[in-house]
């Protein structure tokens, strides 16, 4: 029985404490748990290199996550994993196998760096091929860990794919040398039930062009006294699929992007498109090979985007008073959706914002423009949060000093593009 006189210890009352405090804690404790992870890993390491099976009776690493720490399957797979790529370990002939992500051991014993973001590198590194020199992979690893610092998993995946593409630019070995194109196909189905249905497979420029025009029209209505639109996502696209197929064959006038016909836009580097190599990136599709880049690009309804270096737009239209079709465009180019850090909100939701604002006689030219999702447009607007378009020509954000006192600009990694 505890004794009358021990100390008694004061849950923290933190409706008391100023915002800019809670936001410290807040980070000071996700240091500290990364630094805790690491501690235990290491341990773990230690454990597998005597043997599992002669420190705690269990079988395999992962059996002893599994039993001693009560997860599941997966994660206990998941944290082993992390283990085995951390720190060295026991070859199959004896003797000490090296690690896979030494430096990503070190940022994580920092607290800066936690798990999914380890998950991400490690994924990319086991991927790269055992003929690449070794200092090759440990540069290769030092980019994804900088960049984990102050970027999530999607970001870190995304360097991983161009590091891979640059340390094993042929990549895997094709099936087929003369790999057949895509042949379209159509089927009517009538069900059982009576209703009628559409089977098909179309090819990447029909599937882009479809999209683009039915994704307008299928954005959920505007609530109504209060009511919301409750159509599933399948059902706002069966409806406007529906909408689509009257309007093309009643009337000409087919409601479009920004009020001009249906536009793909298709994304690749100046070296990719001078070296005819890389890929290309055909908006709603995602990376595609730079042939089917140029093949696309043969059709005037298409309008090419090219990008340099940094990604900013070399040529594609003047500006106006108003955002134009040319500038939104670039915007696009640019920004990849809404440039806000973190955010994923796609290009059709988002609107471009006047970095001096329009009412301070801001200018409507690009850099004076960037994209918003209607959340952090707002934002913007009424928050100390400040955005900026940066020497390279990119858009980059800083905090309010309550959130980050050290005033570091930030960037969207989630969709920059190589």
Same mark, same amino acid.
């Given at each position: ?17 100023? *915002?800019? &405090? ?9 240091? =500290? ?62 003797? &000490? ?26 994924? #990319? ?5 055992? *003929? ?56 009517? $189905? ?15 420029? *029909? ?19 209060? !009511? ?21 064959? &009643? ?15 298709? #994304?690749?580097?100046?070296?990719? =498109? ?10 709603? $599709? ?8 140029? !093949? ?19 040529? !594609? ?13 670039? =915007? *696009? !180019? ?29 200018? #409507? ?32 954000? &800083?905090?309010?000093?309550? =959130?980050?006192? #050290? ?12």
């Amino acid at each position: 029985m505890a004794s009358d006189n021990a100390p008694q210890k004061t849950p923290t009352e933190w409706w008391r404490v100023d *915002t800019a &405090t809670l936001h410290a804690r807040k980070q000071e404790i996700e240091v =500290l748990k990364r630094q805790l992870d690491a501690e235990q890993n290491a341990i773990l390491a230690e454990i597998n290199a005597r043997g599992v099976r002669g420190c705690s009776g269990h079988s395999t690493l992962v059996a002893m996550i599994y039993e001693d720490f009560h997860v599941t399957d997966k994660e206990a797979k998941a944290r082993a994993d992390r283990v085995l790529a951390l720190y060295p370990g026991v070859a199959v002939g004896g003797g &000490t196998e090296p690690p896979l992500a030494p430096l990503t051991a070190d940022a994580a014993a920092e607290g800066a760096i936690g798990g999914s973001q380890i998950d991400a590198i490690i994924r #990319t590194l086991a991927r790269i091929p055992s *003929t690449v020199p070794e200092d090759d992979v440990r540069g290769g690893e030092k980019i994804l860990v900088d960049l984990a610092r102050h970027a999530g998993p999607r970001a870190i995946a995304q360097a991983g794919r161009r590091l891979l593409d640059k340390l094993d630019p042929d990549g895997k070995e094709p099936r087929n040398e003369d790999p057949k194109d895509v042949c379209p196909e159509l089927r009517f $189905v009538k069900h059982r039930d009576g209703t009628l249905g559409l089977k098909a497979r179309l090819d990447l420029e *029909t599937y882009a062009r479809l999209k683009s025009d039915l994704d307008p029209m299928a954005k959920p209505h505007k609530a109504i006294d209060g !009511i919301r639109d409750s159509r599933t996502h399948d059902e706002r696209y069966g409806d406007a699929f529906t909408d689509y197929v009257r309007l093309k064959t &009643t009337s000409r006038n087919l409601p479009g992007q920004a009020g001009e016909a249906t536009h793909i836009l298709v #994304t690749m580097s100046y070296e990719d =498109l001078i070296n005819d190599l890389g890929e290309a990136h055909l908006d709603l $599709v995602g990376s595609i090979s730079a042939t089917d880049a140029r !093949i696309l690009a043969c059709d005037a309804r298409v309008r090419p985007g090219v990008l340099g270096t940094a990604g900013e737009p070399l040529d !594609i239209g003047r500006s106006k008073r108003t955002v134009s079709l040319a500038q939104k465009y670039a =915007l *696009t !180019i640019r920004d990849g959706d809404c440039a806000f850090p973190g955010c994923d909100m796609p290009v059709p939701r988002c609107t471009a914002h006047h970095i001096v604002f329009w009412r301070h006689h801001g200018e #409507t030219k690009i850099d004076n423009l960037v994209l918003l999702c209607t959340k952090h447009h707002r934002l913007i607007h009424h928050s100390e949060w400040k955005v900026r378009i940066a020497q390279d020509g990119l858009p980059e954000f &800083t905090a309010p000093a309550y =959130l980050d006192p #050290t005033g570091e600009p930030r960037r969207n990694n989630m969709h920059l593009r190589a």
